[in-house]
């Protein structure tokens, strides 16, 4: 199985930057795909960013030129650094991984969540 660790997140003003890591674990043989993802209360969770193998990005369209996505394939570890944050970033920010197993079976896994609260 894999496990997920994030780290990172906080209490911010507006216009502050973070930045979020996770960490994988387990038998992992290789990453399709590495992401983040929120949800703010009352909200449906939406994609913020991911990194595909082969390194291309995509960033949901609130976030394009704000948030960065990098990975460190080597350690299990991707971040995202947060810049220019606004109140409407509040919310539980997830990890996800899409992984291969060394036995060849695929998965999707998510941390536990940590929350962004950004003040105006």
């Known amino acids: 199985q894999v496990q997920l660790a994030e780290s990172g997140g906080g209490l911010v003003q507006a216009g502050g930057s973070l930045t979020l890591s996770c960490v994988a674990s387990g038998n992992i043989f290789r990453f399709t795909s590495m992401g983040w993802y929120r949800q703010a209360p009352g909200k449906a969770q939406e994609l913020v960013a991911v990194i595909m193998r082969g390194d291309s990005t995509n960033y949901s369209d609130s976030v394009k030129g704000r948030f960065t996505i990098s990975q460190n394939t080597a350690r299990n570890t991707w971040y995202l650094r947060m810049d220019d944050l606004k109140p409407e970033d509040t919310a539980v920010y997830y990890c996800?991984?899409?992984?291969?197993?060394?036995?060849?079976?695929?998965?999707?896994?998510w941390g536990q969540g940590t929350q962004v609260t950004v003040s105006s």
């Open positions: 996800n991984a899409d992984v291969m197993l060394m036995d060849g079976a695929t998965g999707d896994y």
